[in-house]
C-alpha cells in the first residue's frame, strides 16, 4: 500500500510540476490537450530511464572477486 501511494504521490507531483511549469489551464481544450502530450512523453521518459538503469544493473558483475 506504501509503494502505491508513493507511486500516486509522485505522478501527481509531476502533473502539477507540468501544469505550473507550461501555464496550462486545464479548464480549456487546448490546454488538456498539451497536458495529455506533455505527461505522456514525461511518462515514456520515466519509462525509458528505467529500462536504462536496469540494464545497466543487470549487466553489472555481482559475484565477488576472489
Same mark, same amino acid.
Given at each position: 500500500?506504501? %509503494?502505491?501511494? *508513493? @507511486?500516486? *504521490?509522485?505522478? @501527481?507531483?509531476?502533473?502539477?510540476? *507540468? !501544469?505550473? &511549469? &507550461? &501555464? @496550462?489551464? @486545464? %479548464? #480549456?481544450? #487546448?490546454? +488538456? #490537450?498539451?497536458? +495529455? $502530450?506533455?505527461?505522456?512523453?514525461? /511518462?515514456?521518459? %520515466?519509462?525509458? &530511464?528505467?529500462? $536504462? !538503469?536496469?540494464?545497466? !544493473? !543487470?549487466?553489472? $558483475?555481482? /559475484?565477488?572477486? #576472489?
Amino acid at each position: 500500500m506504501k %509503494i502505491f501511494m *508513493i @507511486l500516486a *504521490i509522485f505522478l @501527481l507531483l509531476g502533473a502539477f510540476f *507540468i !501544469v505550473s &511549469n &507550461n &501555464n @496550462l489551464a @486545464l %479548464i #480549456e481544450d #487546448e490546454g +488538456r #490537450e498539451e497536458f +495529455r $502530450d506533455k505527461y505522456g512523453q514525461w /511518462l515514456a521518459g %520515466i519509462l525509458d &530511464n528505467s529500462r $536504462d !538503469v536496469t540494464a545497466y !544493473v !543487470v549487466k553489472l $558483475d555481482w /559475484l565477488p572477486h #576472489e
